[in-house]
């Protein structure tokens, strides 16, 4: 139980991390300044849908 509490923070801990870092590459690109290749590459794989599942059809939501 406290491994999974301290998993979630974390996961908090991370996701504000990324929403600041996010901020600022907003705020960069506001200015018309370009993000690196490693910004770019970065904000491609946070960008990713991991919790999307292939079903197949038909499909009762």
Do not use: Y
């Not at 705020?27 to 292939?54: D, G, I, R, T």
Request: with cysteine.
């Amino acid at each position: 139980a406290v491994q999974e509490q301290q998993l979630v923070l974390v996961g908090v801990i991370m996701d504000k991390l990324f929403t600041k870092e996010l901020d600022q590459w907003i705020e960069q690109l506001n200015k018309c300044k370009q993000l690196s290749k490693s910004q770019v590459k970065s904000l491609c794989e946070k960008a990713k849908e991991s919790n999307v599942q292939e079903v197949r059809c038909p499909v009762t939501v």
